[in-house]
Structure formats: structure tokens, C-alpha cells
């Protein structure tokens, strides 16, 4: 119980400044709609202001445009058709397909479709169309109070959002290798079983990265004030790529590792052990230098290892091996060392590579 509250109160602290712009933005599109517009029952600018603010970062501007495109359609569909038809049994389906089709036409997203509906039945349930045009400028009060949130008062930073998901996929990559490392060192079949879900299973940490890399780039085109981030925002995406490599070499090392036998598993478990000490190094503090260059200090440590152990008695020792160097080598490509450097200071045992400077935190 202790430890769910504790993963509870986590997610409640990386949620609460994502509320509070949220609650905030659906006050003030209330309070514009009903002292400055003078709407009674202003429903829906409030809560347009909430669906766009609830969409993923990177999507927030976009949402509101677009929630506003299919109340736009939902009104003038369904105006048109109570022109054509009146008040009858047949308006509302017509009215509601008419929306959902003119919606489909324009290529719409599944929120313009179902805003487009929802609108037209508001419309038709409300005759006259009175409803639907009060709906119209409360959606376009809500949707400029989001779009306001997003691009003046909070907009939100590309470069921080790129930094946490590499984060979480680092951290996700050294759990994923210190699972082997038990199931290797004690036979622990929970630990393997884990460890062999995750080889068929796509990282959800890294997907999460790839929409980030996504996000990122179009918060630093659209949003004004984040345009001179775009340099580096293209320069971190591109480091950030570097992870795919390094959960492939993951993955390959953990696959040969549990094909291993038993003896040899037990002496094979401190090389993957000391990689997931390295990944988990570097998950720290990926932005700082002297993490970084400890990680690949750990990294080198252990492949380097390899070499005084006994000979391979095993064929999936020798490619376990192998994988084990290339995670070393793709998490040094990740700290910024050059792939040529990586490799040789893999295969010769030479000097350890400096790892440069990171990109500056501001």
C-alpha cells in the first residue's frame, strides 16, 4: 500500500502544473462567456477549453482548432438541413450524418467527426439554431483561451519535454537489463520470464520518445516564443534517435545471455549487470558530463572484462559477448563520443574517450 501511494503521489506531482493550466484556462473562458458575453449557461467554454488542454503536449493548439472546426460544421449542417426538412423525426439522423460526413470530407480526425455531431444535435434539439450559435462563440471563447494558454502564458518547452522522455527510456532500458542480470545470477525465473516479455514487446518508454521527438519539433515551429529553440530541439531529436540502437544491442544481449546454460549464465550475469549500472548511471543525470563519462567508464569496465574471462564454451556466449561491446558502443555514440573512438576503445582496451559537453541546459 505504501508503494502504490507512493507511485500515486508521483503521478499526482508530474500532473498538478498540467491541471492547474487547465482549471485555470476553464475559469477564465467561463468568466469571459458569462460577465463579458453575457451567455447564461456558457457549457461548452469551459469545457472546450479542457479538451484542448488535455491533449498531449505538441497537440494542444492543433486540438482547439480543430474542436472548433467540427463544431463549426456540426451548426451549418444542421442548419441547413432544419432549413430543408423543419422540425420532423428525420432531422436529427439526417442532421447528424450530414454533419459526420461533411467532417469525414474534409479529412477530419475522429475530435472534428464527433464534435461535428455532437453540435449538430445540440442544434436541432434547441430549434431555431439558437443553441448551436451560442454553442459556436462559447467554443471559439474556449478554444481562444487554450490557444492563448499554450502559445503566450505557458507555452510550453520543447527541449524539457524531449529530456524527460529520454529519461524514461533510459531508465526503462537499465530495468530491463538489471532483470536479466538477476535472472542470470540467482535463476530467477520471474526475473527471465520478464526479461523475455520485454524482447516481443515494443518499449513503451520509446515510443513515448518518438512522440516527444514529434511534439517537440512542432512546439518549436508553432509556438512563437519557442522558435529560436529549433536548432536544438532538431539537434537533441537526433541524439535521441540513438537510443533505438541501444535497445536493439539490449535486447540482443539479453536474448543471448538466457540462451545460455546455467553455468554459464552465473558468469555471464556481472557483465549484464554492470551495463545495467551503466544505463542506470546515465538515466540519472543524462544531461550532466561527469554522469555521462561515468557511464561510460562502468560501460568500458565491463565489456572490457570480457577479454580475461575464459574462452567461449558456449556458441551464444561468443554473441552474447559481441552484444555486450555493442551496448557499450552505442551507449557511448549516445554521450556524444565519435563511433570510431567507441569502437576502438571497445576492441583495443585503449584510453577512454572523453565524453564531450553536452547541449547547454538554457
Known amino acids: 500500500m505504501r508503494d502504490a501511494g507512493t507511485r500515486a503521489l508521483r503521478r499526482m506531482d508530474a500532473s498538478v502544473w498540467a491541471v492547474f493550466q487547465t482549471t485555470l484556462a476553464a475559469t477564465v473562458a467561463w468568466v469571459v462567456a458569462v460577465r463579458v458575453v453575457g451567455h447564461p449557461q456558457p457549457f461548452f467554454a469551459p469545457i472546450s477549453a479542457v ?48 454533419a459526420m460526413m461533411t467532417a469525414a470530407a474534409l479529412r477530419a480526425v475522429r475530435i472534428i467527426m464527433v464534435q461535428s455531431a455532437a453540435s449538430a444535435i445540440l442544434t436541432v434539439v434547441f430549434a431555431g439554431g439558437a443553441a448551436g450559435w451560442q454553442r459556436l462563440v462559447d467554443a471559439l471563447i474556449g478554444a481562444g483561451v487554450a490557444l492563448l494558454t499554450v502559445q503566450v502564458v505557458f507555452p510550453p518547452d520543447p527541449v524539457r519535454l524531449l529530456r524527460r522522455a529520454v529519461t524514461a527510456a533510459l531508465a526503462d532500458l537499465a530495468s530491463g537489463l538489471a532483470a536479466a542480470g538477476r535472472a ?29 521527438q514529434v511534439f517537440s519539433r512542432r512546439i518549436a515551429r508553432r509556438v512563437p516564443v519557442r522558435r529560436p529553440l529549433i536548432g536544438r530541439v532538431r539537434a537533441e531529436s537526433e541524439n535521441a534517435s540513438l537510443l533505438n540502437l541501444l535497445d536493439v544491442s539490449c535486447r540482443m544481449l539479453t536474448r543471448a545471455a538466457l ?104
Open 184 to 212: 542470470l545470477e540467482h535463476g530467477d525465473e520471474d526475473s527471465a520470464r520478464q526479461a523475455r516479455d520485454r524482447l516481443w514487446q515494443e518499449s513503451g518508454p520509446l515510443a513515448e520518445l518518438a512522440q516527444a
Open 51 to 98: 479538451v484542448a488542454l488535455t491533449a498531449a503536449l505538441g497537440e494542444r493548439g492543433t486540438t482547439a482548432v480543430r474542436l472548433l472546426l467540427g463544431v463549426v460544421v456540426g451548426i451549418l449542417a444542421a442548419d441547413l438541413v432544419l432549413l430543408v426538412l423543419g422540425q420532423g423525426l428525420l432531422t436529427l439522423p439526417v442532421a447528424v450524418f450530414t
Open 259 to 362: 540462451s545460455l546454460p546455467a553455468a554459464e549464465r552465473e558468469r555471464f550475469a556481472p557483465v549484464v549487470r554492470g551495463l545495467a549500472e551503466a544505463l542506470h548511471e546515465l538515466a540519472a543525470h543524462p544531461d550532466d558530463r561527469r554522469s555521462r563519462q561515468a557511464a561510460v567508464h562502468l560501460a568500458l569496465d565491463t565489456v572490457r572484462s570480457l577479454a580475461a574471462g575464459p574462452p567461449a564454451a558456449h556458441p551464444f556466449r561468443a554473441t552474447a559477448a559481441m552484444a555486450a561491446r555493442m551496448v557499450a558502443v552505442d551507449l557511448m555514440m549516445f554521450t556524444g563520443i565519435d563511433p570510431e573512438q567507441a569502437l576502438a576503445a571497445v576492441r583495443t582496451g585503449g584510453n577512454e574517450p572523453a565524453v564531450p559537453p553536452p547541449p547547454p541546459r538554457d
